[in-house]
Every structure is written in structure tokens, then in C-alpha cells.
């Protein structure tokens, strides 16, 4: 257990982000399988991942 728990620790928060940095399509997709594969409650995945590309949406939901 104690392993796993040393896994854990490489974890950190980030508090902004580089906007002029894009993610590949290859890093994209590790990340959207890694999401998939999490482990949750049950074994459901009772969320939904939204990939917003578009500029103008990103500027609406900012704020939230």
C-alpha cells in the first residue's frame, strides 16, 4: 500500500495555464484513455469529458 500511496505524491495543483502551448493529438488521447480507465464508484463513469477547441467558448465559460 505504501507504494501505491508514493504513486500519489507527484500530484500538483496547477493554477494557470500556458495558453499558446497545444497538447498533441497523440498526448490527447493518452489523456482521454487514462480519464476512461479511471477507477470510479461502482466501475460507472458517471461524468461526461467535453474537448472545448473553440476559442469563443472557452472565453464563455471561463468565468465559470
Do not use: H
Request: hydrophobic share 40%; charged share 25%; glycine share 2%.
Amino acid at each position: 500500500m505504501s507504494s501505491f500511496l508514493s504513486q500519489l505524491n507527484w500530484r500538483v495543483a496547477t493554477r494557470r495555464f500556458d495558453v499558446s502551448r497545444k497538447l498533441s493529438e497523440e498526448t490527447l488521447q493518452k489523456i482521454l484513455e487514462a480519464i476512461r480507465m479511471a477507477p470510479t464508484s461502482l466501475g460507472m463513469q458517471c461524468f461526461k469529458i467535453y474537448n472545448v477547441t473553440n476559442p469563443e467558448i472557452m472565453q464563455k465559460i471561463k468565468s465559470v
